[in-house]
């Protein structure tokens, strides 16, 4: 009687010492591929757009005029202002009005002309921003002893509320 | 008399079985983490730079548009004209209705351009919008 043997197998091994190489590049090439761009900006919401615009009177403190012209002069309230220094003259007129009802408070109204440089344009809405972001820290941390990205979610909506960012973007003056 | 070198009785080995596995590990997040680019910008632009930014937190939401440096208008992968800039973001906002369409505008371009293309994305209704800026340091 023939015994029956079970055949041995031989041992089969992959080879795993390269295993880490294959991986690495691998890796490199997702490390090299991959781009993390944030994005950033600055926010802002446009008014609904109605055919016949109804004009309503404004009182004149309430109101922030920023006028850039085609050279990227900037008028504020009628007077000469250089960019840097917007953020400086409205801070004041913020805090002035944090106190008072959401129908007082403060409306920077910001107006180009055709020509004027979209730079400009944005540097001049970024010092405004910023004049509300610093109100904002400085009002939250007199308030809460902290920084207006540190506060949660429902101290940051009374902030909102007390000082809301309202900017205007009239249209370009057409030109003549 | 004779030198002898001191050696640890010790193995001097880093075990590396395990080496790829935390290769793969990182492999792993990387390939999680990673957007490959989706469009191909067609339009060369400069963007301005800015202090008080903000990051969009919902990527989902985003919806770009291009402008170039030779006024170029791009959204998605076409260039389109300033006319079609409402059909197309109309379509956008009935798919997504808080849509934030983020601005990349050439710094150089005139602000008339600009509030051209407000007029129609007012006109679709796409009010949320971001002048996406580069973080002045």
């Known amino acids: 009687m023939a015994v029956i043997q079970k055949k041995k197998i031989k041992s089969a ?30 926010g802002l919401s446009l008014p609904e757009f109605v055919e016949d615009v109804e004009t309503v009177e404004v009182s004149k403190d309430r109101m922030a005029a920023v006028l850039i012209n085609e050279n990227g002069d900037v008028l504020l309230d009628g007077n000469i202002i250089a960019i840097p220094q917007i953020s400086k003259s409205l801070k004041p007129r913020i805090e002035s009005k944090i ?26 809405l970024d010092q405004i921003k910023l004049a509300y972001f610093e109100v904002r820290d400085e009002y939250s941390l007199t308030r809460f002893g902290r920084k207006y990205i540190n506060l949660n979610s429902e101290e940051q909506e009374e902030l909102k509320e007390k000082i809301p960012i309202t900017i205007s973007i009239a249209e370009p003056e057409k030109v003549k | ?78 260039l389109v004209s300033l006319e079609e800039v409402q059909n197309i973001m109309y379509t956008k906002r009935q798919a997504l209705p808080n849509v934030i369409v983020s601005l990349r505008i050439d710094m150089g371009t005139d602000m008339g351009f600009v509030s051209d293309i407000q007029q129609e994305l007012r006109k679709a209704y796409c009010l949320r919008i971001n002048y996406s800026t580069m973080v002045k340091s």
Do not use: C, H
Request: glycine residues 2%; positive net charge; aromatic residues 8%.
């Open chain 1, 99 to 124: 106190e008072l009802p959401a129908n007082k408070k403060l409306i920077v109204s910001v107006k180009t002309d055709r020509k004027t440089n979209y730079n400009r344009y944005i540097q001049a």
């Open chain 1, 13 to 42: 091994e992959i080879p795993t010492s390269s295993m880490a190489d294959i991986a690495f590049l691998l890796l490199l090439f997702f490390l090299v591929a991959t781009v993390i761009d944030v994005d950033t900006g600055i």
């Open chain 2, 1 to 78: 008399m004779k030198f002898e070198k001191k050696r640890a009785a010790t193995k001097q080995e880093i075990p590396t079985a395990s080496m790829p596995d935390i290769v793969f590990m990182l492999l792993l997040f990387f390939m999680v983490t990673t957007t490959l680019r989706e469009v191909d910008v067609l339009v060369s632009f400069k963007l301005p730079e800015a202090k008080a930014v903000e990051k969009i937190e919902n990527k989902r939401l985003i919806s770009y548009l291009w402008v170039g440096r030779d006024q170029r208008i791009q959204i998605n992968d076409n």
